[in-house]
């Protein structure tokens, strides 16, 4: 039987693969549990730096399988899919997604839970949701008006209509555009070079963006707090004598 989700660990990045091409990638209950699971254990885990998330085929997904998801509606309780998009939106380690063709419903809205997302010039994406007589999922009704405006969000989430990897890149939801076949590499060099970073500070750096509490002074408090703290870290130490040695620091020994 085909694995509909694979992964692969190789240079402290966790490549996560969507595998069921022939049903353009259309998530089942079961594909949401593995990598829910596949997430949580890379978060855990002090040799993963880096979770990669891409698909195969002409798609990276097409939303949900409907069968399946007609079978076992979500409720307003953790659901599968609503766990995976818990785990992911609080995911502490850099996320990545490489988008190699259709994103339809969540292989769209998941984006917005990336830090890094790059995508194949011939990608398309639909928030198809209200013409399915729903509303939007995944956090989207709050994220993309905040990352696109609202208008734009509008006519996305509105009308539902099918748009461009260019449009995506305009509306801030894409990191860039890529061809093809230099997709995968553009994706992978970005994950060693973050894995190549201190963890530490990158985790905390990722935790501050993604904080939206308080105002801009109680920020600047919050940032100084950290900052005064990692100036005495390992980390610190071994970058600032890296730099006095004229060297590349090496940060593989941390977690």
Known sequence: MTETILSQSEDRVLKITINRPDKKNALTLAMYEQMTALVEAADKDAQIRVIMITGTGDSFSSGN????????????GES?????LHTISKTEKPLIAA?????????????????????AASARFQLPFVNLALVPEAGCSLLLPQLAGHRKAAELLMLGEMFSAEVA?????????CEADALEDTALETARRLAAKPPEALRLTKALMKDRSGDVNERINKELGHFAHRLESPEAHEAMQAFMEKRLPDFSKFS
């Open 99 to 119: 988008v190699n063709g259709l994103a339809i419903g969540i292989g769209t809205t998941l984006l917005l839970h990336c830090d890094f997302v790059y995508a």
């Open 65 to 76: 399988d409907l069968a399946d998801f007609l079978s076992h509606p979500p409720t307003p």
């Open 169 to 177: 890149h305009e509306v801030g939801l894409l990191s860039s555009v």
């Open 80 to 84: 599968p899919a609503a766990h995976f």
